[in-house]
């Protein structure tokens, strides 16, 4: 998340690579390493709520984290936040270990939940209690809010601010043994109401629920806020380097006000950007209301931000931490342009993905003076980019399938491909001359007629002739029946949330960001495809099979395509 990969140790770099300079987090642990500070441990956590989906914006949280650990040789947890049973459940916790673990985040032994430590937090409450710092209120959550005051007028006492210490002990624990409806008390903490920050005005700790808590059932009738436990959890838990989002630094006030309150260990808070993405929202909210009315097919649809969206569609977690890498770590909140994403995958696929052909909308190309008979095996590259990936072979004989793009009756002078009378190349094959075309009874083309040059194979020329296009093809006698699905951008425009924008956010779907092709023809190789495997069709696009797939109905998602479309609209 640096300039470099934010898993390599600036001190493992070798001579010839020159010194990347250090993001400012990085520069802060090291000086914190420098001074002895936590005893020179580094100790770094990822604390979700298991309240929905992670999205990317979560990934670059975790690979920043992770990250740390890894490079300054420390610790790193998983702790799901688990303070609000309303909303939790164990499918987000499942899904969200399986993301972590999927994006190289190694958690070891340290898998923690809030819900680990709710009787230790019970019991820190009872003491700030006992201190005068802690108070029962009758308010409701709404005559909270309403007494709040503004920036310039302090917050109304609450009536029940000075009770007394003893008042406020039993009516916490009979808030705690389930005598009170939900929302008739909370616990409040005893600050300061004419505080410039909001956050320090008697902020709730505690809250009646009445709801079954996926861990503990229903042994809890109160259960934390978030600002409450938020800080204990990393305190409890040793943490050095509590790196969060910048929404969360004028909450880094009240949770050292409760540590300090308390006198219990201190780990440093540190902020940073948050990932804002064009073209995608990245509300919990929203991307919930998106699956709930089936605007998507759920939250692993591979247009969504989530990462089990993005690893559906094919993205790899190399092809994200390279994106975060480019990124970089910032301290001002900025959007990134969906195109830097797009290129961290091309980027990687590019290097690593093995080449295949697939003609997605094909017409039948046949080769005259081709035996009839006659079957051969032609040699293709698996990878230019990677020798020792090979080649493989790919079967030939007199039909063909093409792209129909390919081919044009009447072509205009500067057309590389195939038309009456023009030359081009077959990938991997021999040179062919269009003769003529084949038109249904409404005009389309439905074959292309060609002859060969024999000497030509390997699609080498003998006489050092040269032509300008170069085509791919699928033979058509052992072609592989199968579904592309076209993923594209969610949203037509580059920032759905904009209050500028004269609709809703939904609005702005785009209603092109899924095409689903029937019969497309793949070369045989395809047939033994695996879900971890990408592949680039060659002068198509890059391609990861979806779950959905079987043997018998292969089916493709689109991860990317080769260039980045968008530009050329944009640019119209």
């Not at 004419?194 to 079954?212: G, W």
């Not at 391609?543 to 944009?570: M, Q």
Request: aromatic share 10%; net charge negative; charged share 30%.
């Amino acid at each position: 998340m640096s300039n470099s990969d934010v898993n390599v140790n600036p001190e493992n770099q070798s001579e010839e690579t020159p010194a990347r300079s250090l993001h400012f987090i990085e520069q802060i642990i090291t000086n914190d390493l420098e001074t002895g500070r936590f005893n020179g441990r580094v100790h770094t956590r990822f604390p979700p709520e298991p309240n929905g989906y992670l999205h990317i914006g979560h990934a670059k949280s975790i690979i920043l984290n992770s990250g740390m650990a890894q490079e300054f040789g420390g610790l790193f947890n998983l702790r799901f936040d688990d303070t609000n049973p309303s909303k939790e459940d164990v499918e987000y916790v499942e899904s969200i270990k399986e993301d972590v673990k999927w994006l190289g985040a190694d958690w070891g032994d340290r898998l923690f939940f809030a819900s680990d430590y709710f009787e230790q937090m019970y019991e820190y409450a009872v003491e700030l209690i006992k201190k005068g710092k802690a108070y029962v209120c009758d308010l409701t959550a709404e005559q909270i809010r309403e007494t709040r005051g503004t920036p310039a007028i302090p917050a109304t006492p609450s009536p029940w601010r000075d009770r007394s210490v003893e008042e406020n002990l039993d009516l916490f624990k009979r808030m705690r043994d389930g005598e009170f409806p939900e929302g008739s008390k909370t616990l409040r903490a005893k600050i300061d109401l004419a505080s410039p920050n909001f956050n320090l005005r008697d902020p709730v700790m505690y809250r009646i629920v009445a709801a079954s808590h996926h861990r503990q059932g229903n042994k809890w009738h109160i259960y934390p806020m978030y600002d409450w436990a938020h800080g204990l959890e990393d305190s409890i838990e040793g943490i050095t380097h509590s790196i969060c989002t910048l929404e969360f630094e004028h909450h880094r006030p009240l949770y050292d006000w409760f540590l300090d309150q308390l006198g219990v260990y201190h780990p440093q808070q540190i902020e940073f950007a948050r990932l804002n993405l064009t073209y995608t929202v990245m509300s919990k909210r929203k991307l919930l209301e998106l699956v709930k009315n089936n605007y998507v097919e759920g939250w692993d649809d591979p247009r969504m931000p989530t990462i089990c969206g993005l690893r559906r569609r094919g993205y790899t977690p190399e092809a994200l931490r390279l994106f975060c890498q480019k990124i970089g770590v910032a301290k001002f909140n900025s959007t990134i342009d969906t195109t830097v994403l797009e290129n961290s995958i091309r980027e990687v696929l590019n290097r690593d993905a093995q080449r295949r052909m697939a003609v997605l909308d094909p017409i039948k190309l046949v080769i005259d003076n081709y035996p009839e008979d006659k079957r051969e095996t032609l040699v293709a590259i698996n990878n230019p980019e990677n020798e020792a990936d090979g080649t493989r072979e790919v079967p030939f004989s007199k039909t063909l399938y093409i792209e129909r793009e390919d081919f044009m009756e009447d072509a205009p002078k500067k057309y590389r491909r195939l038309s009456p009378g023009r030359e081009v190349r077959l990938r991997y094959a021999y040179y062919v001359t269009c003769k003529s075309c084949v038109k249904d009874a409404d005009g389309n083309v439905v074959e292309v007629h060609c002859d060969y040059d024999p000497e030509s194979r390997g699609g080498q020329s003998p006489d050092g002739r040269k032509v300008l296009g170069t085509i791919h093809w699928v033979d058509a006698n052992s072609a592989v029946d199968a579904q592309v699905r076209l993923y594209d951008r969610l949203f037509n425009v580059e920032n759905p949330d904009d209050p500028n924008n004269l609709g809703d956010y939904k609005d702005y779907l785009n209603p092109e960001s899924l095409k689903i092709v029937e019969g497309a023809k793949l070369e045989p190789a395809l047939a033994d495809a695996k879900l971890d495997e990408r592949y680039q069709f060659e002068r198509v696009g890059y391609f990861a099979l979806d779950k959905t797939a079987t043997p018998e109905k292969p089916v493709f998602n689109r991860v990317v395509s080769l260039r980045d479309s968008w530009a050329k609209i944009a640019n119209k």
